[in-house]
């Protein structure tokens, strides 16, 4: 059985940066492809970026291209996001995400409050 | 990138109800079009995958058709426990992927 814990709650100023990791138990990274999805009190789903670990693969959408980051540790299975500069618009709650149709694999999900 | 627009953005059905959902993309992506189930507080539940494919333990009741840029979720007798909010997403280019806007469904 696969299971994804996210790490706690943050609060962080405007312009400060956050690091939210992802520790997948039961899982190889390998077999994925890992996602970092967010969402906004009462709003939709929001890809941030994603990474094929086999491949050494990593996309970001296009708002967020210059500003995050996302790793991957194999020997602990563990998966980063890092966003710089954050603003009031990012607080939301960041799920990883392991895809793999039929699979999906979605992690507790950690809230990040942007305030000053 | 590629763009998912669905709708209806919200709907309220009765319960032994159909409703149906579309997802159209802003390009061919083939089967790459997957459809999830949010309550919530609660992270997503993928219900469909490829398609027209149901997830193992998925009620029978959910039906996914579609190929290329135009797709469609088509919940027969809703149950109370449907209520949430429903997503497309697509993969066609992975890791990349894109959510379709959302679909709100509420039981009358």
């Known amino acids: 059985q696969v299971y994804l814990a996210q790490s706690g709650t943050e609060v962080k100023k405007p312009g400060s940066s956050v690091k939210v990791s992802c520790q997948a138990s039961g899982a190889t990274l390998n077999n994925y492809a890992i996602s970092w999805v967010r969402q906004a009190l009462g709003q939709g789903l929001e890809w941030v970026g994603g990474i094929l670990p086999l491949l050494g693969t990593v996309t970001y959408a296009q708002k967020f291209q210059d500003r995050v980051t996302i790793t991957t540790d194999d020997f602990t299975a563990t998966v980063y996001m890092e966003l710089n500069s954050l603003t009031f618009d990012d607080t939301a709650v960041y799920f990883c995400?392991?895809?793999?149709?039929?699979?999906?694999?979605w992690g507790q999900g950690t809230l990040i409050t942007v305030s000053s | 990138d590629i763009q998912l627009t669905q709708s209806p953005s919200s709907l309220s059905a009765s319960v032994g109800d159909t409703v149906t959902i579309t997802c159209r993309a802003s390009?061919?992506?083939?089967?790459?079009l997957h459809w999830f189930h949010q309550k919530p507080g609660k992270a997503p539940q993928l219900l469909i995958f490829a398609a027209s494919n149901l997830k193992s333990g998925v009620p029978s009741r959910f039906r996914g058709s579609g190929f290329g840029t135009s797709f469609t979720l088509t919940i027969s007798s809703l149950q109370p426990e449907d209520f949430g909010e429903y997503y497309c997403q697509q993969n066609y280019r992975p890791p990349s992927l894109t959510f379709g806007g959302g679909t709100k469904v509420d039981i009358k």
């Open positions: 390009q061919n992506i083939a089967m790459s």
């Open positions: 995400y392991f895809g793999g149709s039929p699979i999906d694999y």
